[in-house]
């Protein structure tokens, strides 16, 4: 059984177009977490979820948007997409408390052409 | 914000061989530090932590120190083999579980 899955793996799209990328976690975590992974391999934290309250926002476009309907969802769309926004992104989710590592989901490679 | 630099951002070692990669962070309140692995084309992976009360941690072949004074903590692979090869992340958390990447370390292990 995945504790942290998302799909899809791979979306391959047109720019200006709106998609969605889902993620779930079995793992009964209170936190979940998005991450961009650019072509250089550096892992940005886009957003955090804590019980469906954000509570991170680094600097990323209002074009992304989490949307959380329970505290094992944590999905992301983003409208508009541009060439910029193709990478690896990486759901992962954690307790919440120091000391415990997180748990990353298998990545979806975003391709905007 | 915390300031995790990561080095080197590549290394290459022979087989049997040990492989150390060094992380430095600029806030003296972070207090949890873990090391992931990614290896091509899958997700990141803990293979080792150390909290602040501790000055080193061993696993195996991998091991971790910490130095508090100096804001530096380093991971040590000894005995690589073909397998080690892969991007290694360091890690830096304050309380509040905010998560701060080190830009990645890629090992190659020549056979």
């Known amino acids: 059984d995945t504790a942290v899955s998302q799909t899809p793996k791979y979306l391959v799209t047109q720019m200006g177009n709106d998609k969605s990328i889902k993620c779930e976690q079995n793992l009964g975590h209170d936190t979940m977490y998005w991450y961009k992974q650019d072509s250089k391999k550096f892992l940005k934290i886009m957003f955090s979820?804590?019980?469906?309250?954000?509570?991170i926002n680094e600097t990323v476009p209002n074009r992304f948007s989490p949307k959380s309907p329970d505290k094992a969802h944590l999905n992301l769309h983003i409208n508009s997409l541009e060439l910029g926004d193709s990478a690896v992104y990486f759901c992962?989710?954690?307790?919440?408390?120091?000391?415990?590592?997180?748990?990353f989901g298998s990545g979806t490679r975003l391709t905007v052409v | 914000g915390e300031n995790v630099e990561q080095h080197p951002s590549t290394l290459s070692v022979q087989e049997g061989d040990s492989a150390v990669i060094k992380c430095t962070y600029s806030d003296s309140a972070s207090n949890y530090f873990p090391w992931y692995k990614q290896e091509l084309g899958k997700r990141p992976q803990l293979i080792i932590d150390i909290r602040s009360n501790v000055g080193e941690k061993k696993d195996q072949r991998i091991a971790v120190t910490l130095n508090k004074t100096a804001k530096h903590f380093s991971l040590h692979i000894t005995e690589t083999q073909p397998e080690d090869s892969a991007v290694y992340f360091c890690?830096?958390?304050?309380?509040?579980?905010?998560?701060?990447f080190g830009t990645g370390t890629s090992l190659t292990v020549i056979p």
């Open positions: 890690a830096v958390v304050h309380t509040g579980n905010q998560f701060y």
């Open positions: 979820y804590n019980n469906k309250e954000l509570i």
């Open positions: 992962a989710s954690g307790t919440g408390g120091l000391g415990d590592g997180y748990t």
